[in-house]
C-alpha cells in the first residue's frame, strides 16, 4: 500500500507538470510532491517500517534481521503496489495524456511530447553503461544509509 501511495502521488505529481506543458507547476512541484509522497508512503506503510523499496527490504534481511521469507511477499507487494500505483495515475490522465501525445492511444518514448518519462527516467546520452550502474550504486547506498541508520 505504501509504494502505490508513494507511486501515485510521485508520479501524479510529475504527469500534472508534463501534461499542462509547465502551467501547472514546475521543477519545485515535482520535487516537493515527490517528497511528500515518499512521506505519505512511509506512513501508510505503518508496520511494514515503509518498505517502499526492494533495495531496503533486501538490505534488511541481509543486516537487520528481516527473515529471508518475508523478502518475496514485500516485493511482490512493492511491484504490484508499484503497478497499481502508476495504472491509476495512467487512469486518472488518459485524456490528457491523449491530447499531450498527439490523439489516442499515440504513446511516445523521446521526443518533444514524449510521455514515457512521467513513469520512469532515462540516462542522459553521455552516461555509460558502468556509468549508469555506479550512478545507480550509489544512489541506492545513500538511500540505504539514510533509511537504515
Known amino acids: 500500500m505504501g509504494t502505490m501511495i508513494m507511486i501515485l502521488f510521485g508520479d501524479g505529481v510529475v504527469a500534472q507538470v508534463v501534461l499542462s506543458k509547465g502551467s ?3 521543477y519545485q512541484s515535482i520535487s516537493w510532491g515527490w517528497g511528500i509522497a515518499v512521506m505519505m508512503g512511509v506512513y501508510v506503510g505503518g ?36 503497478m497499481a500505483g ?18 489516442a492511444g499515440i504513446r511516445t518514448v523521446g521526443g518533444p511530447n514524449s510521455t514515457a518519462g512521467i513513469f520512469c ?23 540505504i544509509i539514510i533509511v537504515l541508520p
Open 47 to 82: 508496520k511494514s517500517g515503509g518498505h517502499l523499496n526492494p533495495a531496503v527490504t533486501f538490505v534488511s534481511c541481509l543486516y537487520r534481521g528481516l527473515p529471508w521469507r518475508k523478502f518475496p511477499f514485500y516485493f511482490v507487494g512493492q511491484l504490484l503496489g508499484a
Open 86 to 103: 502508476a495504472a491509476i495515475v495512467y487512469g486518472n490522465y488518459k485524456s490528457a495524456f491523449d491530447l499531450y501525445e498527439g490523439g
Open 24 to 26: 501547472k507547476g514546475d
Open 121 to 143: 527516467t532515462y540516462p542522459a546520452e553521455f552516461m555509460t553503461r558502468t556509468g549508469m550502474v555506479f550512478s545507480e550504486f550509489i544512489a541506492s547506498t545513500i538511500l
